[in-house]
């Protein structure tokens, strides 16, 4: 029988939920895995200190002052791979991702997904791969990345819920390793632009990383249907689409199927 140990923090104005999984857990483990959760604390917010754009004082805001001028401080590897990975998902998702939907760089939609899979690699993948828990994850409002030990029989059970009836769930996924990330009207930034009409309720894009699958997900919120045909079968996507007329798709490794909605 597995425990669960839970940790909620709040940063991005969002919430993030850290949960580790084994057999049991002794004070000492306790209270190590809470210096862990501290630590994942600090590297989000620094993430949120470097990459808000509604802190005056963050990269992003400071690049976004000057222009494309660039000091010392752009050279801040993590900058400059954000920069690079947002320009690139853009290229990718045919410009239905854009970091710079209003005319100024501003990698919000890219970030979230980004940091909560480098926490993941960085504090809590470790922990799995030590034998020190049996599994791991961390969700953050909604997305997530979850690791399992090779040996173990221990599954992430993961309801996606439906928009229009938050009671019920749309598609069941069982994980070991992975991502998960969800994007829907309501939840639709201005990261994402469309010149056609938006026809997708939600998406849900299942894979390797969230940083990937988030912007995935993100950009078929508004993708028309021919260009996410292409995307999910170029990519082999798997996940789920909820369109406005009712339709339930389901796609798996690039195989787009129509289904009836429950």
């Known amino acids: 029988m597995f425990n669960f140990k839970t940790n909620v923090l709040k940063r991005m104005n969002m919430p993030f939920t850290i949960v580790f999984v084994r057999d049991d857990f002794d004070e000492n483990l306790i209270e190590a895995l809470n210096q862990v959760v501290n630590e994942i604390d600090k590297y989000l917010k620094n993430v949120e200190e470097k990459f808000s754009p509604f802190l005056p ?3 992003v805001s400071r690049h976004t002052d000057l222009g494309e001028e660039l000091q010392d401080t ?3 590897l993590e900058y400059q791979e954000v ?7 853009k290229k990718e998702t045919q410009g239905l991702f854009d970091p710079f939907f209003n005319g100024k760089y501003n990698p919000t939609g890219f970030v979230k997904g980004w940091a909560i899979e480098n926490a993941f690699m960085k504090y809590i993948k470790p922990l799995i791969d ?3 828990i049996e599994a791991g994850a961390i969700n953050g409002a909604g997305d997530m990345q979850v690791g399992t030990k090779s040996n173990s029989n221990f599954f992430w059970k993961i309801g996606i819920e439906n928009p229009e009836d938050k009671e019920k769930i749309i598609a069941k996924y069982s994980l ?9 009207i309501s939840k639709k930034g201005q990261h994402i632009q469309s010149d056609n009409e938006i ?9 390797n990383y969230l940083s ?5 997900a993100t950009a078929g919120v508004v993708a028309n249907e021919r260009i996410w045909s292409e995307i999910v079968e170029n990519k082999l996507l798997t996940g789920i ?15 787009i199927t129509d289904v009836e909605r429950t």
């Open 74 to 76: 752009f050279f801040d």
């Open 176 to 184: 070991k390793n992975g991502a998960v990330a969800t994007s829907g």
């Open 241 to 255: 689409l909820l369109t406005k007329e009712g339709k339930k798709r389901v796609f798996e490794e690039g195989k």
């Open 199 to 207: 026809n997708h309720v939600q998406v849900t894009v299942i894979g």
């Open 130 to 132: 030590s034998n020190i």
């Open 83 to 89: 920069y690079g990975r947002s320009i690139i998902a």
């Open 212 to 216: 990937d699958v988030d912007v995935l």
């Open 57 to 59: 004082e963050s990269l």
